[in-house]
């Protein structure tokens, strides 16, 4: 199968569940990210807004609000196109749309971080394997935007976050993806052999 019909067929089968299913997925996803060194020691944590039926993160971002965590989201680069930044959000946070439908936080109105200052990035995909490879939707915007994690030196830990059932026995990588470092899921949270 390549990677359109597996994006395919995986987005089919996470907008399949019911909204029942999913909130208990999204609880399920935060009691495992509990379990995670990075999680718990992090102060500044991107995460993102679910969309296409993407496991829900929104219950880690309350818990992470009331830890005084410092919690970030993506949002399209207006000047450096096809990378994302960083701008903090609250729940005052003005939002908006990007070109895609997605809500993310004003760019001309929020605090911006870059993705190297960040202790923790957990990204949506729509597969992984076990080797650490992840799928995305195929606009490159994550990888385009950590490619400087391949450096040696501090760099945010990178959690994929997904349902369980997206997982791929062996994703094809290419040389610029950026792999995993660990994937969570409703069912727990487990390192990856990259």
């Not at 019911?18 to 500044?44: D, E, I, M, V």
């Not at 993160?57 to 818990?63: F, K, L, N, S």
């Amino acid at each position: 199968m390549n990677k359109q019909e597996l994006r395919k067929l995986i987005r089919k089968k996470r907008r399949a569940l019911t909204p029942a299913q999913r909130h208990k997925a999204g609880r399920g996803l935060t009691r495992s990210l509990h379990h995670s060194t990075q999680y718990l020691s992090a102060n500044r944590v991107a995460l993102y807004l679910s969309n296409d039926g993407e496991i829900d993160p929104h219950w880690a971002i309350e818990d992470l609000w009331k830890r005084g965590k410092e919690v970030y989201l993506p949002v399209l680069h207006p000047l450096r196109r096809g990378y994302l930044t960083f701008i903090r959000y609250q729940p005052e946070t003005p939002m908006r749309r990007n070109r895609f439908g997605i809500s993310e936080p004003d760019f001309r109105r929020g605090t911006h971080v870059p993705a190297r200052f960040l202790s923790m990035i957990g990204l949506p995909l729509v597969a992984f394997d076990e080797r650490g490879n992840r799928l995305g939707m195929g606009g490159g915007f994550y990888d385009r935007t950590l490619a400087f994690s391949r450096r040696p030196g501090q760099k945010p830990a990178l959690i994929g976050c997904a349902y369980a059932f997206q997982e791929i026995r062996m994703l094809p990588a290419e040389s610029w993806d950026i792999p995993l470092q660990f994937i969570a899921t409703e069912k727990g949270i487990t390192p990856l052999s990259n």
